[in-house]
């Protein structure tokens, strides 16, 4: 999870315990939201994707940025033997973007034929660090579930802190608009 209790409390200026049992589902439902919209994981992790040949050079990933590509096949036969898989220097990657290309060869037509099998995601070791926005606006987005929660409140504690839920929602969204997924 890229966000945590502790993260969504230091925004809201709560020092005590009292709800953190209730901020611990929001963060991570945040998360699944936030993944949901932008049609993408996030977190750092092993993934495999199959997709289907098109007889071109180019494949988008689904998850990014990657960290490394652990193996590549292009089979027909969907049998994925190893004389499927595509050699590491018959291809390239942009990491940032998740977009892989074949160096003078296309992938095959087929339906399912691809199978990628990548590292990709932020948070973790050896990922990149969470970008300072997505982070914020996950905990924008958490406080607004949280808000939400205590009937709809505009105001939090004493007056001191002033969120209105729409608004941090509105303002998280446009973060998450620059992290999705365009197929």
Known sequence: MLINVQDVKDFLGITVTTDDDKLMPLCQSAQDEAENYC????????RVEYHDGEGISFLQLKNYPVKAITSIYDDLDREFNADDLIAATDYTFVPEIGVVELIGLVFGNGVRNIKVTYEAGYGGTGY???PYD????LIQLA???Y???KAGVNVFENQEIVYRPSYLKKEAYK?????RRMA
């Open 143 to 145: 406080v607004a579930m």
């Open 39 to 46: 049609d993408r994981k996030f977190d750092g992790a092993s």
């Open 134 to 137: 997505l982070k914020q606006a």
């Open 128 to 130: 990149d660090p969470v």
């Open 175 to 179: 973060v998450f608009d620059r992290y």
């Open 147 to 149: 808000l939400e929660g």
